[in-house]
Structure formats: C-alpha cells, structure tokens
C-alpha cells in the first residue's frame, strides 16, 4: 500500500462526534490516522478493549501529554454469562464520559464497534433515547459486526448503577432538564394541573 504525502491525514475507522467534546473510533490505527487526531485537541482517551494501544498511538498520547485511561485492562472480565461486557466497564466508563474535566475525549476499543457500541447505546439510554433509535445507531456502526447480546445488554442496562459525576458537560444538563419539562407535561396530561 502506497503511503500518503504527509499534508494528508486519514479519518480513523468508525469515527464520529457522539457529544460535543466527545468522539469514537476503532483503536487500530495508522500513523495517518493518528495526525487526524491532532485536530480534536484532545484531553483524555478512554480505552475500552483489554488490548492496549499500539506503540505509535501510546507514543503520540505520550508526547500530547493526553491522559490515558484504559477500562478494558482493570474492568474486562472473562466469565461474563451471556454479557458481552461487565457492568462496571460501562457504568465506570459513562462516569468517566459525562465528567467534563475530561473533554474532548475519545473512546476506542479494537473494533470501534463492540465495546463502543455499548457504551454509546447505555449514554443514549442514560439520556432517555428511544430504545428503537438506540438499537439503530449502535447498528448503523457496527454494520455486520453487530451483535445481538449487545442489543440485549443495553436494553437491560440499569443506568440507577452509574454515579453522575458533578461537572457536567451543558449538552448532557439541557438533555435532562428538557426530559424533566416533558415528563411534568406529561404528567399535566394525565392528572391536571395540581400546582394550585
């Protein structure tokens, strides 16, 4: 394969903007890809694979003083049941996304896919997305990679379990308050208004 001319960058594998601040892609990348990093000022990488980061991406996180914090390694474990993944890697790691003192972040696991998709489909039910809408995003990334049991795990997700850090990024506070408002609407709907 011909390599690039150094003025171009390559966008990494299954990225994208989650949230303000806040980024996906696969955690294999090239030296071409990496340079495309350098365009999200990033604070923080969250690793959710138990495999680490290749040499040339630990040297780059290194020398762009960017905080590694790798979940997979200390939260991954191997007798799961049917889960794909453990509980306390994604409550851990939505913890470690929704504290604002570490944006821009950026969440890699090896796929881009599994893990990532996981933990962005338990954010978008911690945000109070339909399950439907859910389910679409996580299969619009994963293409054939897909896989039911992750599905499942972010149906059944108990977002009770994970502690909403203090310094919240202002995307995630509006999306509460505005699902406040609808639900005491709702709530007027249904009963009137009993305010007075």
């Not at 950026?106 to 990532?116: A, D, P």
């Not at 439907?132 to 108990?158: C, P």
Request: charged share 25%; net charge negative.
């Amino acid at each position: 394969m011909k390599e690039l001319p150094g003025y171009f960058v390559q966008v990494p594998e299954a990225f994208s903007l989650i949230e303000e601040g806040v980024y996906r892609c696969s955690g294999v990348l090239t030296p071409d890809q990496i340079k495309y990093l350098d365009t999200l000022k990033l604070k923080t990488v969250l690793i959710l694979s138990v495999e680490g980061p290749s040499r040339a991406f630990s040297q780059y996180m290194k020398k762009q003083d960017i905080r590694r914090i790798h979940l997979g390694m200390t939260r991954w474990q191997s007798n799961l049941g049917w889960k794909p993944v453990s509980e306390e890697l994604i409550k851990d790691a939505l913890e470690c996304l929704l504290n604002l003192h570490n944006h821009p972040l950026l969440i890699v696991c090896s796929s881009g896919v599994r893990e990532t998709g996981t933990l962005v489909g338990c954010l978008r039910k911690l945000q109070h997305w339909n399950f439907n809408s859910i389910v679409y995003e996580y299969r619009s990334f994963a293409g054939g990679k897909g896989k039911y049991t992750q599905e499942l795990f972010i149906e059944l997700f108990d977002t009770d379990l994970v502690t909403v850090p203090e310094s919240l990024p202002e995307w995630f506070v509006e999306e509460c308050r505005m699902w406040e408002e609808e639900q005491k609407q709702r709530f007027i709907e249904l009963h009137g208004d009993t305010s007075g």
